[in-house]
């Protein structure tokens, strides 16, 4: 009964705020978001210089992370839980905002930033792909416009599309049509996008009904605004969040050099020296790439950044690259960081437990950190979890479970930090359990 009354308490208590207006300048100088002027004269927030927290700031979790103990089989993890369900919750780098706050907000929007800051996200991540003007914005993938914003409902931009939108036909079952590139469009035009839930009807016959589908777990009720933002908005927004940055340099699809002359490296610089003219250190910045060229010229270009440049691997296990040696030669060429999906460093034992897998045993073994993506990312559990939980399916049987993967990643796999689509059950455990993130 406690429990219910605190997270009614915690329910009623939650006000994410959001942002009404677009920034007035493009560049994000001098840029502070709407509302938050006014959080930071009522609160802890404005006790924050360059993402590291001082005093005692609390954060607001809401419901959810009290719902999925509850939901726990009964244990120790669970009493463990439980027993620190009323104390003050800060926040945690350990908890990554995964593009915002994604499971409930528009990915990669200002909105959704925002909501992952006040859960707790500590580290907060921004995509980066470039437009046709080579300006850095914030998008997952560089061909995802299509799916995450309203860009096929605006003619014009619709019209430069790499594949403007095509209806679907019922008569011979062709789905609809479309793919939007960052970089079929400019900086000016991308700003007047909304930004969407991940999602799209593939049976729409109009582009007003192409933007829907999204997937009944999670919810479009935040998607009347979705602030698009450059990556130097995103820089701006985290500095006055209180946030550190975790970007991600995506791989193009377009051919690079793209138009002859911007090349890989180019893309690669550009995003570090983002950084470097917003004054961040390079200490609060772990950029990241799924290119180990990108991590390694960054490690020998930019050896500041490069120190905590993160490898991130998802390709499937095999001998050539989950031995040892493997591990060991990552980190005699200056990659201190390897981000695998949470499903490469987990397996069962023989008891049907949820314990370390020989890759992650191997990757601690060479001295390497590690980072789990992504938690909240799939849907309910209750079914094994899809994708992300392969390796550990046969012990997952409730959305509860998130908090055991959780555990073992932080108390066996030894990871630095999590991904999470809702940083707020990432937070509530880093606090209950009292997890030190290494950094």
């Known amino acids: 009964m406690k429990l219910l009354t605190l997270a009614g308490i915690v329910l009623c208590s939650i006000s994410i705020a959001v942002a009404h207006a677009g920034p007035k300048n493009q560049d994000g100088q001098n840029w502070l978001p709407p509302g938050l002027a006014e959080w930071k004269e009522s609160s802890d927030w404005g006790k ?4 590291k927290f001082k ?10 992370p009290f719902w999925l103990v509850q939901d726990m089989d009964e244990g120790p993890l669970k009493e463990r839980l439980q027993s620190c369900s009323a104390r003050s919750f800060k926040p945690s780098d350990f908890s990554i905002g995964h593009r915002g706050a994604p499971l409930q907000f528009p990915e990669h929007t200002r909105e959704s930033y925002i909501a992952a800051a006040k859960m707790g996200a500590g580290i907060v991540e921004c995509d980066v792909a470039f437009t046709k003007d080579r300006e850095l914005v914030c998008r997952h993938a ?66 007003e009904e192409y933007l829907g589908g999204t997937a009944d777990w999670r919810t479009d009720l935040y998607t009347a605004r979705g602030t698009l933002v450059s990556h130097r908005e995103s820089i701006e927004l985290f500095k006055a969040l209180g946030v550190k940055f975790t970007p991600e ?50 490690v020998n270009e930019t050896p500041r950044f490069g120190k905590q440049a993160v490898f991130l691997d998802q390709e499937p296990i095999t001998p050539d690259n989950t031995s040892l040696a493997v591990m060991e030669n990552l980190k005699a060429r200056g990659v201190n960081i390897l981000a695998p999906a949470i499903w490469k460093m987990l397996t069962l034992d023989g008891h049907g437990e949820i ?31 899809g994708w992300y939980y392969q390796t550990v399916t046969d012990a997952i049987n409730n959305d509860g479970d998130v908090f055991n993967v959780i555990d073992v990643l932080a108390r066996d796999v030894g990871v630095i930090g999590i991904f999470s689509d809702w940083p707020a059950t990432t937070t509530y455990y ?3 359990m009292n997890v030190n993130s290494g950094r």
Request: charged residues 20%.
């Open 48 to 51: 924050h210089h360059h993402g």
């Open 55 to 64: 005093g005692q700031e609390s954060v607001q979790l809401g419901p959810r």
């Open 142 to 207: 560089q061909n995802d416009l299509h799916t995450t914003t309203n860009i096929v409902t605006i003619p014009e931009l619709n019209a430069k599309c790499t594949q403007p939108f095509v209806p679907a036909d019922p008569a011979s079952g062709a789905p609809a049509q479309a793919e939007c590139r960052t970089s079929d469009i400019t900086l000016a035009e991308f700003k007047t996008l909304k930004g969407k839930m991940d999602a799209y009807n593939s049976e729409a016959t109009t582009p």
């Open 249 to 298: 340099l995506k791989f193009p699809v377009v051919d690079m050099p793209f138009e002859g002359d911007y090349s890989q490296q180019d893309y690669a610089r550009q995003m570090i020296q983002d950084y470097i003219d917003a004054g961040v250190p390079p200490r609060d910045v772990w950029p990241q790439s799924f290119n180990l060229g990108d991590v390694l010229y960054w």
């Open 355 to 385: 314990v370390p897998s020989e890759y992650a045993e191997n990757a601690r073994a060479a001295g390497l950190d590690m980072i789990a993506w992504t938690v909240e990312r799939s849907g309910p559990l209750a079914t094994g979890g």
């Open 430 to 432: 880093a606090n209950c």
